[in-house]
């Protein structure tokens, strides 16, 4: 595969609002490159949903890693993975960040809770880790990384229940701390503290954001707050569970596959997607040609 013409890097620095689609595995993050996303992210929720794991840190790090680079090597553009908190301490993430950027990946977002996390939507215990201790995991991530290699400090202040003044406080202790981006995160149904907090940051580090639970906002809210990125977190993952049920509960019914066939992918998408129009030419190249 060839590089990414547009590093991750330049799609959150830029002045531009940038979109990131949520992957988790090879064949997904190959869709949404072919679906023109210039920028993809490993979300921790999806591929944990795709190993059968709940998204609490059941999956490990290394798998979360062998599962990026497929993603890595399936497609020609950035991907910003989903770290959580680090899988641990300063240690355990700077490993975490450096076997990353080993296999590909452009960057990785870390979140200020402890470890074992558990996803930011399910209850209500989320606490919160300490500033300095936190400052710590995005130093260590830095002095291993290289200048390339994209940290965005995750904010769930907002996600535990505390107020704006608490989110500044991180943001401007992580701004210090090295990190390249914010990400302020919110699980109310509008915008309102999200758009609070851009305003009174006023793009000290690029802001990111996940809409997830506010998607009836408008994305020109985004560009007039002077957002930085949006992802869209979970959705490829949160479609193949809708397609899937439907397809197998038809089938079920129907005990035959007639009647879907024209309303599934056809195989020539999926081995296009997949690339085995490379192979037949490799084949071409290396095998010895046949005689009859």
């Not at 290699?149 to 107020?163: D, M, N, Q, T």
Request: net charge negative; with cysteine.
């Amino acid at each position: 595969m060839s590089t990414s013409s547009t590093t991750l890097r330049e799609l959150i620095l830029s002045n531009d609002l940038s979109f990131l689609m949520e992957a988790h595995d090879g064949l997904s993050a190959a869709i949404a490159e072919r679906a023109g996303f210039r920028g993809l992210w490993a979300s921790g929720l999806s591929i944990s949903s795709a190993l059968g794991y709940r998204d609490a840190n059941e999956a490990s790090w290394t798998q979360v890693v062998d599962v990026v680079e497929r993603m890595v090597d399936a497609t020609n553009i950035p991907v910003l993975v989903d770290g959580d908190s680090g899988f641990g301490n300063f240690n355990n993430a700077r490993l975490l960040a450096k076997k990353l950027e080993q296999r590909g990946a452009s960057g990785v977002a870390i979140e200020d809770k402890g470890f074992p996390k558990i996803n930011s939507f399910v209850g209500d215990r989320h606490p919160l880790a300490e500033i300095d201790e936190f400052c710590g995991r995005l130093k260590a991530v830095k002095d291993t990384t290289g200048p390339d290699f994209v940290l965005v400090a995750r904010i769930e202040a907002l996600i535990a229940g505390h107020g704006l003044d608490e989110a500044l406080t991180r943001a401007h202790s992580y701004a210090r701390a090295g990190a390249d981006a914010i990400f302020i995160h919110s699980r109310k149904s509008v915008a309102d503290e999200i758009l609070a907090f851009a305003k009174e940051w006023k793009n000290k580090l690029p802001v990111v954001i996940v809409p997830t639970k506010y998607y009836k906002t408008p994305v020109s809210a985004y560009r007039d707050a002077g957002i930085s990125t949006v992802i869209w977190a979970n959705h490829t993952m949160r479609a193949s569970i809708a397609g899937m049920r439907d397809i197998c509960s038809r089938i079920q019914t129907d005990e035959s596959i007639a009647g879907i066939e024209d309303q599934v992918a056809g195989l020539e998408e999926l081995f296009s997607l997949i690339g085995y129009d490379e192979l037949a030419q490799a084949e071409e190249l290396y095998l010895p040609k046949q005689t009859a």
